[in-house]
């Protein structure tokens, strides 16, 4: 709920991480996309991000409208996405671990 358009306009880089509910997103997030999308447009475009989801049925559904959400907002997605059903494995967060090596090159280039 802190994050705000300046911080948006900032970043090199984003991460957007969320729960699955009922197959959406939370609804901080959902705010915060909603209070930075139109002050936002022409000053994103391309810019890396990478997503991830946690949910009892795995998170895909919520990872499906970050990639939507994001399209919107034209960002260039970095990789793909992580879902993960429950808590993650030491698997998972190695996976999620490369995610943010992927997004941190994508600034580079």
Do not use: H, W
């Amino acid at each position: 709920m802190d994050a705000t358009l300046e911080d948006l306009l900032g970043c090199d880089a984003i991460a957007f991480g969320s729960a699955d509910y009922f197959s959406y997103i939370s609804g901080a997030l959902k705010d915060f996309f909603d209070r930075t999308y139109y002050p936002s447009q022409g000053q994103v475009t391309g810019k890396p991000y990478a997503a991830f989801a946690t949910g009892g049925s795995g998170g895909e559904k919520a990872l499906e409208v970050l990639d939507r959400i994001c399209g919107s907002f034209k960002f260039k997605k970095a990789v793909e996405g992580v879902a993960v059903v429950g808590a993650p494995s030491p698997e998972v967060l190695a996976k999620c671990n490369d995610v943010g090596k992927k997004l941190a090159n994508a600034v580079a280039k």
